[in-house]
């Protein structure tokens, strides 16, 4: 059951922000490597940096959380009340563990039934990618910054706040958190990676619907993420 602290107005939000804001972001990320490319700070071919990769991170982190925000303020009542943009102290450790356990847990129970399909060292490679950018200590923090800490929060609040309850408002709850952890994985664009996002999806989900509360599926996200980032970091060093 949802918490509800004060009554909400109606609100006129819905599937068409969802589609504003993935446009917006995927627009947003071309015109910015055009940019970049044009004015030669990227070059086509490149090894992208690990800060190169946090500024292409921000125009696409614009349709996410921009969009999000806008439409609480101007077509409804705001992140917290439309969004459940809230959190509670017992969501840190249960989201957090949840997520971990996603990772020991879940993900190896998907992949099981696929593993005389695919070679397993290619489903980690996005992420051991990313992780061999970090090279010094700075470059460490702002991994863990990207990863752990902004994306989640970002993802969680477009994800799990405005798609999921946009589809709630038409489907029923189950289907709604179905097609949100779809969209969720394929918005990636890592085929391999497309069944472990899926399920992490619909964990996130759930815990946005059973609790009414996007904190518990954002500290779920920062333990799946993190649990990655660190296992790629210790067997690198």
């Known amino acids: 059951m949802r918490d509800v602290t004060t009554t909400p107005g109606p ?4 599937l068409g922000d969802v589609a504003l804001g993935i446009v ?3 627009i947003a990320t071309v ?4 940019v970049l490319v044009a004015t030669e700070l990227l070059e086509a071919g490149d090894d992208i940096s690990l800060t190169m990769l946090a500024v292409l991170q921000m125009p696409l982190w614009a349709g996410y959380l921009g969009v999000p925000l806008w439409a609480a303020r101007r077509k409804g009542n ?7 943009l809230q959190m509670r102290l017992l969501d840190v450790p249960v989201g957090f563990g949840l997520g971990v356990a996603a990772q020991f847990v879940l993900v190896p129970l998907v992949y099981l039934p696929l593993l005389w399909l695919i070679d397993t060292d290619e489903l980690g490679e996005p992420a051991r990618e990313l992780t061999e950018k970090a090279v010094d200590p700075a470059g460490v923090v702002l991994l863990f910054l990207i990863v752990v800490v902004i994306a989640p929060v970002i993802e969680e609040l477009f994800f ?3 798609l ?4 709630e408002r038409r489907w029923r709850s ?6 949100s952890a779809a969209v969720f994985a394929a918005g990636h664009f890592q085929p391999l990676q497309f069944p472990a996002l899926f399920a992490f999806g619909l964990l996130a989900g759930f ?3 059973r609790t009414g509360r996007l904190g518990p599926a954002i500290w779920a996200h920062i333990g799946f993420n993190a649990t990655t980032t660190v296992a790629l970091l210790l067997t690198e060093t």
């Open 24 to 26: 917006l972001a995927l």
């Open 11 to 14: 609100v006129r939000w819905g």
């Open 174 to 179: 189950g289907v709604a958190l179905v097609v």
């Open 164 to 167: 999921l309850r946009s589809l």
């Open 207 to 209: 815990l946005a619907q």
């Open 160 to 162: 799990r706040g405005l």
């Open 31 to 34: 015109v910015t490597v055009e």
């Open 78 to 84: 705001g992140a917290v009340s439309d969004f459940g």
